[in-house]
């Protein structure tokens, strides 16, 4: 099973648009890392593409990860652990690592929501 979490300045990742990470803030942030390249893009209907851009894993494998209204998507994730290692891309970018749920990625383990 994979994890698929979000990076969101929203407590919760389907309340991104009302504290949203910026598509030109996304591409100059994730731009700028060494630890994240292109793989790839994605079209949007109005014929726009963005990169998806992929991070490898402490084990290696490859996690991609999406700008998408307001928040970047991240697949591809084996575990809780894999989730908890891009902590710091989260606290660089000013965010949140959240999952569908609603749950909460911390380096003291998942925060489940009341």
Do not use: C, Q
């Not at 890392?33 to 894993?57: C, F, H, K, M, Q």
């Amino acid at each position: 099973m994979s994890y698929e979490v979000h990076l969101t300045r929203a407590e919760l990742p389907w309340e991104s648009a009302e504290r949203p990470i910026d598509l030109s803030e996304w591409l100059a942030f994730a731009g700028a890392r060494a630890d994240l390249t292109v793989n790839g893009r994605i079209g949007w209907a109005d014929g726009t593409e963005i990169p998806v851009y992929e991070y490898r894993s402490a084990g290696g494998d490859p996690v991609s990860l999406t700008w998408d209204d307001g928040a970047v998507a991240v697949k591809g994730l084996a575990d809780e652990d894999g989730a908890r290692e891009l902590l710091p891309l989260a606290a660089a970018l000013g965010a949140n690592l959240v999952g569908d749920d609603g749950e909460h990625y911390t380096a003291d383990g998942v925060v489940w929501p009341d």
